[in-house]
T-cell receptor
Framework: SQTIHQWPATLVQPVGSPLSLECTVEGTSNPNLYWYRQAAGRGLQLLFYSVGIGQISSEVPQNLSASRPQDRQFILSSKKLLLSDSGFYLC????????????FGQGTRLTVV | KNQVEQSPQSLIILEGKNCTLQCNYTVSPFSNLRWYKQDTGRGPVSLTIMTFSENTKSNGRYTATLDADTKQSSLHITASQLSDSASYICVVSERSQGNLIFGKGTKLSVKP
């Protein structure tokens, strides 16, 4: 069966520190992968999506970057965190154009202090 | 541009009452539409999914409708319970690459 792992669940980081959130998918191949952020009291905002290894599309200019070093691995990074980067980060995947389902990780609560 | 708009942004209802959430989209080409429930601090959980040819789908007290001609969907919750308090998110998948376009969600609060 397909599963998605996202970690860590919570993270407290000082301003200016680097960030690395990892998401891996099991039980499928060549998934579409997504990173979303949900600021407090706001809806989900798509940050990045990837349709294949090394293919990253950015939806919103920001202090973050994403990489897909392997087919089922999606990494969200920052070189220097800002206070405004605080939020709830979700990784998701679906199987592309013929997908009838999308799956989400449990999320990472990031607090930048 | 592919967009999904949800209304209202937030809603407060009394326990036992019904409510309807709206979703309008401009995604093309359309593949399917999903409604998710997201509890605070958790990942979204799928409630219903509808393809182009389906116009109603139920999951317990949740009933979703889809009008592919007007590009509108609704989620109706009957006999609301306190546990229904959550954000409800409409997600549309476009057919060319299967990309997901998310609405910003409706935050529902059910009060006793």
């Amino acid at each position: 069966s397909q599963t998605i792992h996202q970690w860590p669940a919570t993270l407290v980081q000082p301003v200016g520190s680097p960030l690395s959130l990892e998401c891996t998918v099991e039980g499928t191949s060549n998934p579409n992968l997504y990173w979303y952020r949900q600021a407090a009291g706001r809806g989900l905002q798509l940050l990045f999506y990837s349709v294949g290894i090394g293919q990253i599309s950015s939806e919103v200019p920001q202090n973050l970057s994403a990489s897909r070093p392997q087919d089922r691995q999606f990494i969200l990074s920052s070189k220097k965190l800002l206070l405004s980067d605080s939020g709830f980060y979700l990784c998701a995947w679906n199987q592309g154009r013929y997908s009838t389902e999308a799956f989400f990780g449990q999320g990472t609560r990031l607090t930048v202090v | 541009k592919n967009q999904v708009e949800q209304s209202p942004q937030s809603l407060i209802i009394l326990e036992g009452k019904n409510c309807t959430l709206q979703c309008n989209y401009t995604v093309s080409p359309f593949s399917n539409l999903r409604w998710y429930k997201q509890d605070t601090g958790r990942g979204p959980v799928s409630l219903t999914i509808m393809t182009f040819s389906e116009n109603t789908k139920s999951n317990g007290r949740y009933t979703a409708t889809l009008d592919a001609d007007t590009k509108q969907s609704s989620l109706h919750i009957t006999a609301s319970q306190l546990s229904d308090s959550a954000s409800y998110i409409c997600v549309v998948s476009e057919r060319s690459q299967g990309n997901l376009i998310f609405g910003k969600g409706t935050k529902l609060s059910v009060k006793p």
